[in-house]
T-cell receptor
């Protein structure tokens, strides 16, 4: 069974440009999460989809970030326009069901560098 | 609000020895889950072990065990018989009914021959 995949693995862009990150969760997982780790700091929650609906977007830093999950399958996270402080590793995770004990499976992350 | 504290930025251990990575948590929710993830230099997050707040026994997974002390709000990870491949960042995390994970800042473990 394929795990969570993310694309690209690494992106280098200039301040002011737009970048779109993609996450493909494990097939059949209704829950999809985005997290971010800024250098040297803890991994922070961004948002949570249940199927195509945003369940919790309390971690989204500002309106330069837009996440979508059309059709309840893959998700995209767009940063527009990118700022220097957006640099970090963006992780996607997925899980089954709505039980609080469900393990979240993480993707390999996308390393975003904004110059 | 939920909070995870990992007070050890770095730990050193010799191969074949045991090591304990500390984690304390704070939540007012009686139902929660505690996780440990390993992040090797390649970057992926690897799930290691899980402990539910209502679990009576400490979780174990192979060489990993979780020393869960509910009254002290601690969930330390114990790695027995360390191997060179255990060198990595280790993150403690928690989630409650809202499902999102709250992470600590991580501990970098270095295993020496």
């Amino acid at each position: 069974e394929a795990g969570v995949t993310q694309f690209p693995s690494h992106s280098v862009i200039e301040k002011g440009q737009t970048v779109t990150l993609r996450c493909d969760p494990i097939s059949g997982h209704d829950n999809l999460y985005w997290y971010r780790r800024v250098m040297g700091k803890e991994i922070k929650f961004l948002l949570h989809f249940v199927k195509e609906s945003k369940q919790d977007e309390s971690g989204m830093p500002n309106n330069r970030f837009l996440a979508e999950r059309t059709g309840g399958t893959y998700s995209t996270l767009k940063v527009q326009p990118a700022e220097l402080e957006d640099s970090g590793v963006y992780f996607c995770a997925s899980s089954q069901g709505r039980n609080v004990y469900n393990e979240q499976f993480f993707g390999p992350g996308t390393r975003l560098t904004v110059l | 609000a939920q909070k995870i504290t990992q007070t050890q930025p770095g730990m050193f251990v010799q191969e074949k020895e045991a090591v304990t990575l500390d984690c304390t948590y704070d939540t007012s929710d009686p139902s929660y889950g505690l996780f440990w993830y390993k992040q090797p230099s390649s970057g992926e997050m690897i799930f290691l072990i899980y402990q539910g707040s209502y679990d009576q026994q400490n979780a174990t997974e192979g060489r990993y065990s979780l020393n869960f002390q509910k009254a002290r709000k601690s969930a330390n990870l114990v790695i027995s018989a360390s191997q060179l491949g255990d060198s990595a960042m280790y993150f403690c995390a928690m989630h409650t009914g809202f499902q999102k994970l709250v992470f600590g800042t991580g501990t970098r473990l270095l295993v020496s021959p």
